[in-house]
């Protein structure tokens, strides 16, 4: 048995919430860093910021020096904190829901759609669940790192909703009234927008606004 182990006993990923949990509390323990490190030192001897921890005293390194090393360590092995452990994911998913909320009643979709946590996953995510208990998750569910930006949050969740409603009735939605193709939610300069791939491309309506558009296009459809 080699020596020097016994005092890593921690469990890895314990020790990597609890890093995690210090870095955002501001009060993170030089002592789970090391352990941390050490527990790591097998699997990952190619991370600088581990071998620098194990190398180097935390305790004697600035606090941003020591969180700097903390936080690669955490990239290098792929940490995640999940929804659990970073709430700010799951209101940001919430605030996402309530705008995207507002273009479902063009597609005959009534009532508060809500998240919901689907612990059964591996990894956890999110589905939708519809006011009429209908469940959203088609395509796999949303992954809480695609929480950390509101546009991504939003556009994923759009996404999620178009491609579940597709697969489960097979009708597109929504539909550019102008050039009659159904558009994709998309990513664009930033923003979540319902994107028409008709002559160079074009937003048929940021996501959540999708009834003025259409209304607008109602009023014109006529004229063609
Ligand atoms: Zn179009």
């Known amino acids: 048995m080699s020596s020097?182990?016994?005092e890593c006993a921690a469990d890895t990923e314990q020790l990597?919430?609890?890093v995690y949990l210090g870095l955002?509390?501001?009060n993170l323990d030089?002592?789970?860093?090391v352990a941390l490190a050490c527990n790591l030192l097998d699997w990952f001897p190619c991370s600088d910021a581990v071998l620098e921890v194990v190398e180097l005293n935390p305790a004697e390194m600035s606090p941003e020096e020591?969180?700097?090393r903390a936080r690669r360590i955490l990239d290098d092995v792929g940490f995640d904190p999940g929804f659990d452990l970073a709430p700010e994911r799951?209101?940001?998913l919430?605030?996402?829901l309530r705008i995207v909320a507002r273009d479902l009643p063009l597609r005959g979709i009534e009532g508060e759609p809500e998240i919901e946590i689907l612990r059964d996953w591996f990894p956890v995510g999110a589905g939708i669940r519809l006011a009429d208990g209908e469940r959203l998750n088609w395509g796999g569910p949303i992954l809480p790192t695609m929480c950390d930006d509101p546009t991504v949050a939003l556009a994923s969740l759009a996404r999620l909703?178009?491609?579940s409603l597709l697969e489960r009735t097979w009708q597109v939605w929504p539909v550019c009234l102008w050039h009659d193709l159904g558009v994709h939610a998309s990513e664009r300069n930033g923003a979540a927008v319902w994107w028409c791939a008709g002559d160079d491309g074009h937003i048929l309506a940021p996501v959540g606004e999708l009834a003025r558009a259409l209304g607008h296009g109602r009023a014109t459809q006529g004229r063609r």
């Open 94 to 96: 919430r605030a996402a």
């Open 4 to 6: 020097g182990k016994g």
């Open 90 to 92: 799951s209101e940001t």
């Open 24 to 26: 955002r509390a501001g």
């Open 30 to 33: 030089p002592e789970d860093l």
């Open 161 to 163: 909703i178009q491609e």
């Open 66 to 68: 020591m969180a700097a």
């Open 16 to 18: 990597q919430q609890r």
